[in-house]
């Protein structure tokens, strides 16, 4: 397959991931996991590094192709490269505490300095820092606030379907104590990211 | 006063839309107004989306665990699938069912196996060096009696470089008035008034070897006279020529006088020579009885001897004539080697006895005894010729 072709059937696929086509999106998953796997295989990783980093890589392309923002400048294939080799680096440097890890590369899959993949990935992890903070906010929310708010923003409930879950007597009751949960929410959230 | 929670039901009815017309203007109004209130409303649009897109980033995280996990049951599929196909109890090509812990060892393997290698060849190569060295080591300690041998060669070889030098170095060295240019040069002196001179071996082996094919003799006035090889002793480098010119007729009278027995340790020692185009003179003291590896027919003189020297004349202070200049050794400082006169002497009795063409009268009387150094020279050095060998 040469480039063009290449690229054009890349083209193709965002599209359906970007209309939501999960089939799409498998097929995506299914053809690069070897070239990834194989890439933290060689570069002491075992199975399970290599998944967490492949659904972490996926995830960052994922997100950027649903928000419609994704500039590629290469293939998918590189752009994966790029995203989970930076990745499985950073992991390797925390885990080794060496300064100087040197990654084993697929001469195939690059070039992938230039592929706008570091930016992304920056994006991508300032997002996963709020969500942990997040996280962490709606832990220490406590019951019943937390399962409420989770239920209606996580899980899209209806304000009906919580109203009897929760045994409110009615949605107004329930609404309003969804509203005093979110400004507690609020307190804990900014709190602890703004400080961060 | 409305508070917080009431703020956020606001929020949330127009972010719905649920608003009336004019409600609706009027928040967007006090949004445009209000800082606080905007900042508040800001907060919690940040709020609010961040919760949906945590929900969102929760499902698609489930999503992507649940693919690959679909991906690897559906790797594992076909192998079930043949299984059934071909109606075997066992698969054609049966994928290699691996424990835990061979699981964990390729894992290992597949990881470290760079490292590994590098390791390895270390280690080998870290093993010939020891082994190499230590052999070499002891190589260099252990045999006495090899290291005599190899000394014994070496000097061999030092012999014939020291030699062999004294040629190739005459070679270079340019007559320049000459129509062609001398193959070799060196010295040579007078032995006897009628014809007869002396140099070393050496320098005229072009000529012995029939490769030369003529040999010049040429004096302080530029006179040159042809000459031939009378005799040449290869063991002791001296050699006999005599000037065949027909016009020739004497040197005059020999101021020096041939010592026949042998010079003592540290006498001054002074030579005549020709290393370039004009007479070089040299002086230094005889500084060991015995010539190259312990030979008893050389002196050794500290004199500094280039090449062109060879076959000069060696004269002690008193204008004996004492040896003649043979070679150096190039690996010891200042180490020169002459022929002793005696065996010079020697030479000539010996050729005496054979009947020569004409008989030899070596000179008796020393002029030159008594005679300050410089007056020495102004006599001496009308006897010393540079000998050329042309090819």
């Known amino acids: 397959m040469d480039s063009t072709t290449a690229l054009a059937a890349d083209a193709q696929l965002i599209r359906a991931i970007q209309g939501g086509d999960e089939r799409a999106l498998s097929q995506l998953y299914r053809l690069h996991w070897p070239m990834v796997s194989h890439f933290v295989l060689q570069n002491s990783g075992t199975e399970d590094d290599a998944r967490d980093v492949y659904q972490e890589g996926v995830m960052v392309f994922y997100e950027k192709v649903r928000e419609g923002s994704l500039e590629l400048s290469c293939q998918i294939k590189t752009y994966l490269y790029a995203v989970c080799r930076r990745l499985w680096l950073k992991r390797l440097t925390t885990k080794s505490r060496l300064h100087g890890v040197r990654l084993l590369d697929d001469d195939d899959y690059g070039p992938y300095l230039n592929t706008g993949a570091e930016d992304d990935l920056h994006e991508a992890e300032e997002r996963d820092r709020r969500f942990a903070t997040m996280s962490e906010a709606l832990t220490h929310l406590g019951e019943p606030c937390r399962s409420l708010l989770e239920g209606f923003y996580l899980l899209d409930k209806s304000m009906q379907d919580l109203t009897a879950e929760h045994g409110y007597t009615n949605a107004d009751t329930a609404k309003t104590q969804k509203y005093k949960c979110l400004t507690r929410l609020k307190k804990l959230f900014f709190a602890s990211y703004k400080e961060a | ?391």
């Open chain 2, 1 to 391: 006063m409305q508070t917080e929670a009431d703020y956020y039901a606001l929020f949330e009815a127009y972010q719905r839309g649920e608003l009336a017309a004019g409600a609706r203007a009027d928040l967007e109004a006090r949004l445009s107004t209000d800082p606080r209130l905007h900042q508040r409303y800001t907060e919690f649009e940040e709020l609010t989306s961040t919760l949906r897109a945590y929900g969102e980033r929760r499902r698609t995280r489930q999503m992507l665990g649940g693919l690959h996990e679909a991906m690897l049951a559906a790797d594992e599929a076909p192998a079930a699938e043949e299984k059934q196909a071909d109606g075997l109890s066992y698969s054609v090509n049966p994928r290699l069912s691996i424990s835990r812990t061979e699981r964990r060892l390729r894992e290992f393997w597949s990881g470290h196996r760079a490292t590994m290698g590098v390791a390895a060849s270390v280690a080998v190569l870290a093993v010939f060096c020891t082994l190499l060295g230590l052999q070499a080591w002891q190589n260099a300690h252990v045999p006495t009696i090899r290291n005599y041998t190899m000394l014994v060669r070496q000097i061999d070889n030092l012999k014939k470089n020291q030699r062999a030098l004294s040629n190739a170095l005459n070679q270079q060295v340019p007559t320049a008035p000459a129509e062609r240019p001398s193959k070799y040069s060196g010295t040579g002196f007078a032995l006897t008034a009628d014809g007869y001179l002396v140099t070393s071996a050496h320098v005229i082996t072009g000529v012995d070897a029939k490769k030369a094919d003529s040999l010049l003799v040429e004096g302080r006035d530029h006179k040159r006279y042809y000459a031939e090889t009378v005799y040449a002793d290869r063991a002791h480098d001296l050699a006999i020529l005599r000037i065949k010119d027909k016009d020739f007729k004497t040197f005059g009278k020999l101021p020096y006088t041939f010592k026949a027995g042998q010079a003592d340790l540290g006498e001054r020692v002074y030579t005549l020579g020709y290393p370039r185009e004009d007479v070089v003179y040299g002086e230094g003291a005889l500084s060991a009885r015995s010539g190259f590896g312990g030979d008893t027919a050389f002196y050794q003189v500290s004199i500094p001897l280039n090449p062109g020297n060879s076959g000069g004349p060696l004269l002690d202070a008193q204008g004996n004539l004492i040896g003649v200049v043979s070679g150096r050794q190039d690996d010891v400082l200042g180490a020169a080697f002459a022929t002793k006169s005696s065996y010079l002497v020697r030479l000539v009795d010996s050729l005496k006895n054979k009947q020569p063409v004409q008989p030899y009268h070596l000179p008796r009387t020393n002029q030159l005894t008594g005679a300050a150094r410089p007056q020495q020279l102004k006599r001496l050095q009308d006897f010393v010729f540079v000998v050329k060998v042309y090819e």
